[in-house]
């Protein structure tokens, strides 16, 4: 009886659920009469025995699963038992669960691609924005050293030449030249200064003139009796009005091209100045530094200051060189604009001025024809009604 039975449990296939786990109700009995050392008869008792062997016969094993033929028990047919089912009882003898190998051999079985960590994916944006955080800390930390230590550089050479240690580079002629542009600078300023102080004074002695050959006109005609003189005043104060208006047309025209040749032409040259000089002091810094290190020790840190100290020297001198040449071009050019510019406007000065104490109507406006002078129109600088709104 006890032989039968065994035969039929011998040749059962062990069943694996859904989840991977080949544990049934029997294999828990199974187990637990094992653990307390039961007898063989009590295990076999846990079985059933009104299961049919020709059903198990007809199930057979899972074609997924490899399998191991027994060739005990009367047969090379019988005992098929699927090794996924030792290997699931092996673990559960070694305290390992049969959900936990299932998915072991899920995981290792081809084509099978294990599913991303969101840990990962969701510290990759922070991490990504903290090394971009540190890059730009870096980046502003270089920049101000670099700058640190150019302006102490630029400091010393600076105080070296004042006190007179350190050597300078001169350019005897480029620095005439450079101090004659600062000086004719200096004296057009006071001559832009006096030419806008004539403008105003004119333009006010314009507008009495306007106003005291109005009142002429209104007492002509309540004076019957000195109408012709106060008649002959007032048409004397406006031609003198329409004159001057004309005049002041010629000395804005003077003023606003003085004012460009000083306050752009001019000072965009002193600008250029103002960088090559700069360079200049940079270029002597690096050139004392290099000669300094160029006369101590020349061990193997020594020699990577030297080259290192070459680079920026050659660095800083190309740079100087550059503005050097920008310079020279620039002072070139801006004597021979202020040279053209100021013979048209003092031209135009002369002959404005002459013609209008002269008395002479058509040559003044002949002067403003022959240079293109336009004229606003009377009430051109109140705003319109538009503008008022």
């Not at 006890?2 to 062990?14: C, F, H, N, V």
């Not at 828990?28 to 009469?33: I, N, R, S």
């Not at 404005?352 to 606003?376: D, H, I, M, P, W």
């Amino acid at each position: 009886m006890t032989d039968s039975i065994l035969s039929k449990a011998a040749t059962m296939e062990i069943p694996i659920n859904s989840n991977g786990d080949s544990r049934t109700a029997e294999d828990d009995g199974f187990e637990q009469g094992a653990q307390i050392g039961g007898s063989l008869d009590e295990i076999v008792g846990t079985l059933p025995v009104t299961m049919d062997l020709q059903q198990v016969m007809v199930s057979g094993p899972n074609l997924n699963e490899t399998s191991i033929v027994s060739g005990g028990y009367g047969g090379a047919a019988e005992g098929i038992i699927p090794t996924s089912s030792i290997k699931d009882i092996r673990s559960k003898s070694r305290g390992i669960t049969p959900s936990h190998s299932a998915t072991s051999r899920i995981a290792n079985q081809p084509g099978h691609y294990p599913a991303p960590s969101m840990h990962h994916s969701n510290s990759n944006p922070s991490i990504m924005s903290e090394e971009a955080t540190k890059g730009v800390a870096v980046e502003k930390f270089d920049s101000m050293k670099k700058w640190s230590i150019n302006t102490y550089k630029c400091t010393k050479q600076m105080f070296s030449e004042r006190f007179g240690r350190g050597s300078k580079t001169v350019d005897m002629e480029l620095e005439a030249q450079i101090d004659v542009l600062r000086e004719t600078k200096m004296k057009y300023e006071r001559i832009l200064r006096l030419a806008r102080e004539l403008t105003n004074h004119f333009y006010n002695m314009v507008q009495t003139q306007q106003a005291l050959g109005d009142t002429f006109a209104d007492l002509s005609q309540k004076s019957p009796e000195l109408q012709d003189e106060f008649g002959y005043n007032a048409e004397t104060q406006r031609l003198l009005c329409k004159n001057g208006e004309t005049l002041l047309g010629a000395i804005n025209f003077f003023v606003s091209s003085i004012n460009t040749l000083v306050n752009k032409t001019m000072e965009d040259t002193l600008m250029t100045i103002k960088m090559y000089e700069n360079a200049r002091l940079e270029f002597d810094a690096y050139r004392a530094d290099l000669e300094e290190l160029s006369v101590g020790p020349r061990d193997a840190a020594a020699m990577v200051r030297i080259e290192i100290a070459q680079q920026q020297y050659q660095i800083h001198k190309d740079k100087y060189e550059r503005l050097h040449s920008d310079v020279s071009i620039k002072l070139k050019f801006l004597e021979e604009n202020k040279v053209k510019v100021m013979h048209k406007q003092l031209l135009l000065f002369h002959n404005a001025v002459s013609a209008y104490f002269a008395g002479n109507q058509q040559q003044l406006e002949q002067t403003l024809r022959q240079f293109n002078v336009k004229l606003k129109p009377p009430g051109s600088d109140k705003p319109s009604w538009l503008e008022e709104q």
